[in-house]
Nanobody, 122 residues
Framework: QVQLVESGGGLVQAGGSLRLSCAASGSIFSINAMGWYRQAPGKQRELVAAITSGGSTNYADSVKGRFTISRDNAKNTVYLQMNSLKPEDTAVYYC????????????????WGQGTLVTVSS
């Protein structure tokens, strides 16, 4: 009923930039928090950045000052601007959202995107 579709991943050299986008579609009544997580090979999935519906943000220490999360509530879309990329940023990046499904059970449902690969070469 609700889908998150990510785009913008790819291969970039260290020091470069990428912008990830994640658009939510389907039977959406409301979206609460949205965020980006990442999972590197052999590692657990970790929070990169999150943003509330009101615009409050939270970042992992490893990306503070380099990444910026933003959202367009009218488009149900969240973005992640990634600057000064490092090889250790290489991972599959997943979009996450707390969605109140229209016509569904009351309460917010956690929805995940399929992931987009970001590779940073040294």
């Amino acid at each position: 009923q609700v889908q998150l579709v990510e785009s913008g991943g790819g291969l970039v050299q260290a020091g470069g930039s990428l912008r990830l986008s994640c658009a939510a579609s389907g039977s959406i009544f409301s979206i609460n928090a949205m965020g980006w997580y990442r999972q590197a090979p052999g590692k657990q999935r970790e929070l990169v950045a999150a943003i509330t519906s009101g615009g409050s943000t939270n970042y992992a220490d490893s990306v503070k000052g380099r990444f910026t999360i933003s959202r367009d509530n009218a488009k149900n879309t969240v973005y992640l601007q990634m600057n000064s990329l490092k090889p250790e940023d290489t991972a599959v990046y997943y979009c996450n959202a707390e969605v109140w499904v229209l016509g569904g059970a009351s309460g917010y449902l956690e929805v995940w995107g399929q992931g987009t690969l970001v590779t940073v070469s040294s």
